[in-house]
């Protein structure tokens, strides 16, 4: 850790980690006032639909297993970029579906992804930071990461 990293002002590396771990909430909180529309576009009844935050919510949930170990091995940098690459084919995913499975399918690799913004996220902090800095910054992230749902609906 360099010596100078405490001594920056963390607003900038808050914000953007916020901004990395708003993806979940923002996933979920977005696409519900789509829930009409993309059910008649695909032909989906209420419990098809339904399962699309199912299957988003278990696929975050089993991946948020893994997520610290693997950037601990191979790098929180490489977990993100992967976890960012992965989210945004995903998500152009979701807008391409012709079917709801294959929705299901994108969802749950949104799911997958989100994961890493919101898990490594904190592993950086914790790098960086450590006692009352730490919990600046983590404070930082909270007040940014609340934006989402309110944000997300609009969007």
């Known amino acids: 850790m360099p010596e100078d990293y405490p001594k920056r002002s ?7 980690l916020a901004l990395l771990a708003m993806c979940g909430p923002f996933t979920i909180d977005a696409f519900f006032p789509a829930f ?6 695909l032909r989906a009844n ?11 919510l278990w696929a975050n949930a089993a991946m948020s297993l893994f ?9 929180r940098r490489r977990v993100i970029l992967w976890g960012v690459f992965l989210f945004m084919a995903s998500s152009i995913g979701c ?3 012709q079917t709801i499975e294959q929705l299901w399918f994108f969802r749950a690799l949104q799911g997958i992804s989100t994961g890493a913004g919101l898990i490594v996220s904190r592993a950086i902090v914790r790098d960086l930071y450590q006692g009352a800095a730490a919990q600046k910054v983590m404070s930082l992230i909270s007040m940014f990461f609340s934006l989402a749902p309110a944000v997300a609906p609009i969007v």
Do not use: E, N
């Open 10 to 16: 963390p607003i900038r590396l808050a914000a953007l």
């Open 36 to 41: 009409g529309a993309v059910a008649k576009d």
């Open 46 to 56: 209420d419990w098809d639909m339904q399962l699309t935050i199912s299957v988003y």
């Open 67 to 75: 997520h610290g170990p693997l950037s601990d091995a191979y790098g």
């Open 95 to 97: 807008v391409f579906c």
